[in-house]
């Protein structure tokens, strides 16, 4: 199946890392729904730059350390 | 297989595709066995219709309201993603009502039965609640493509 969007993500390592956060504790602190947190994890839906801003912050590291996107190069070259 | 939480708006989108399905199927019924005596066009339709689409409405807002108290305060919660997948939907749909709504109006200056102008209405109504309800199932479930 074809993945929705190219966004890659490491909310779930980030959210062991940062002491076991949960899913609903990380939807609370972002103000989205569980359902959004397990979306976005699974790379179902690419969240807007506010939510991913949101997200980084929650966690507590910079936006590219959470969010990743294949550059041309790669792409061409796959 | 990936965990599935299904949240409160996708468990509406199915309780809406099953109630859509039943009561256009009860109205199918009544009217064709309706027109097994009588030719379609002088076939009694409005009382039908009219019970159906109103218990149709009463149905989905008690399920509704089952579904918000079943589910409990966090899961009724929605936000942007809900938001985007809802119109999403009612952008994809939009093209079937807008269909029905161009027969009609040819129907209309055809000067046709208004038994063919009520109908493909409701056809168009019921066809596009269906892919409505349909296409948000699958973007809750496969995921929200990109514009």
Known sequence: MVKPTRVTNRIRALRFAAGELTQAELAERVGVTRQTIIAIEQGKYSPSLEVAFQIAHALGVRLDEVFGYPSTENRTES | ???????????????????????????????????????????????????????????????????????????????????????RAEFTSRGLLIAAALTALIFAMLELDPFWIANVIYLGFFFSAMLEAITKIALYRRGMPAW
């Open chain 2, 1 to 87: 297989m990936a965990e599935h939480d299904m949240g409160y708006e996708e468990k509406i989108a199915w309780a809406g595709v099953i109630v859509s399905i039943v009561h256009f199927t009860i109205y199918l019924s009544v009217l064709l066995t309706r027109a097994a005596t009588t030719p379609m066009p002088e076939t009694p339709y409005v009382d039908a219709m009219l019970w159906s689409i109103g218990v149709a409405i009463m149905v989905m807002i008690v399920v509704s309201i089952i579904v918000a108290v079943t589910t409990g305060k966090h899961g009724r919660e929605t936000d942007i993603r809900d938001k985007q997948i809802t119109a």
